[in-house]
C-alpha cells in the first residue's frame, strides 16, 4: 500500500512568488492533516480535513495560505505571495480515524525555501 | 511557555548504549503520549505510544509517562547506529477530534 506522498520535495522561490504544495493521502483515508516545521522550532499543526470539509483550520498563520481538498482526495496548500518566514518543511499526514491520534501516518514533508 | 518542551541534543553515544529521552508538558488535558521517529529527509513515522499513565515495552524500546510529573520517556536499550535519527514527543488530548502538540525533537547519533 502506498504511503502518503507529496510534491515537490523541494521548492524555492523568492520572496513575493507564489507556490502550491499537493499532498496525496493514503487511499481511503478521509481524514487529512497539514503540519508545518520552521528552522529550530516544532512541528506545527495547520489543519485538519474531514473528506473535503475543514474540520480544523485554527493553526493557518494568515490569510496567504489557502488550502483546498476538492472531492476528498489530494489537498493542496497555496502560500500567495510567500514571504521569507514560510520557509521550512511542510508536512502532510492522513488517517483513517480523526479521533486515534497516533494513527496519522506522515508524508516525507515538502521543503520550501522562499529567498 | 511552550506545551511541550524537549531538549534538542544532539545526543551522542556508543553503541550498545542505553539512550534515554525525555519531554515535559505543561497541558494536564493530554492523554495521548507518543514517540517519532524521523530520519533525515523524511516525515516522522510512529514508534511507540501510551494512553494515560504507565509503561509500554517494545522490543528494545519501553516508554514511559508520568502524568504527576508532566513528565514521559522513551529509553532504547542496545542502542544500533540504525537509531541514528531525530526523536520526537507528541502528545494530545482525548474525546473527538484533538489536535497533536509536538516537542522539536532530540537528534540522537549512534556511533560504532
Known amino acids: 500500500e502506498a504511503g502518503v506522498t507529496q510534491f515537490p520535495s523541494h521548492s524555492v522561490i523568492e520572496k513575493g512568488q507564489t507556490v502550491t504544495l499537493r499532498c496525496d493521502p493514503i487511499?481511503?483515508?478521509?481524514?487529512l492533516y497539514w503540519y508545518r516545521r520552521v528552522m529550530g522550532k516544532e512541528i506545527k499543526f495547520l489543519l485538519h480535513f474531514v473528506k473535503e470539509s475543514k474540520q480544523d483550520e485554527s493553526g493557518m498563520p494568515n490569510n496567504r495560505f489557502l488550502a483546498e481538498r476538492t472531492g476528498g482526495t489530494y489537498s493542496t496548500l497555496k502560500v500567495q505571495p510567500a514571504e521569507l518566514e514560510d520557509s521550512g518543511v511542510y508536512f502532510c499526514a492522513s488517517s483513517q480515524v480523526a479521533t486515534v491520534p497516533y494513527e496519522q501516518y506522515f508524508g516525507p514533508g515538502t521543503r520550501l525555501t522562499v529567498t | 511557555q511552550k506545551e511541550v518542551e524537549q531538549d534538542p541534543g544532539p545526543l551522542s553515544v556508543p553503541e550498545g548504549a542505553i539512550v534515554s529521552l525525555n519531554c515535559t508538558y505543561s497541558n494536564s488535558a493530554f492523554q495521548y503520549f507518543m514517540w517519532y521517529r524521523q530520519y533525515s529527509r523524511k516525515g516522522p513515522e510512529l514508534l511507540m505510544y501510551t494512553y494515560s499513565s504507565g509503561n509500554k515495552e517494545d522490543g528494545r524500546f519501553t516508554a514511559q509517562v508520568d502524568k504527576s510529573s508532566k513528565y514521559i520517556s522513551l529509553f532504547i536499550r542496545d542502542s544500533q547506529p540504525s537509531d541514528s535519527a531525530t526523536y520526537l514527543c507528541?502528545?494530545?488530548?482525548?474525546?473527538?477530534?484533538?489536535?497533536?502538540?509536538f516537542g522539536t525533537g532530540t537528534k540522537l547519533q549512534v556511533i560504532p
Open positions: 507528541a502528545m494530545s488530548g482525548s474525546g473527538g477530534y484533538q489536535k497533536v502538540t
Open positions: 487511499s481511503g483515508h478521509d481524514n
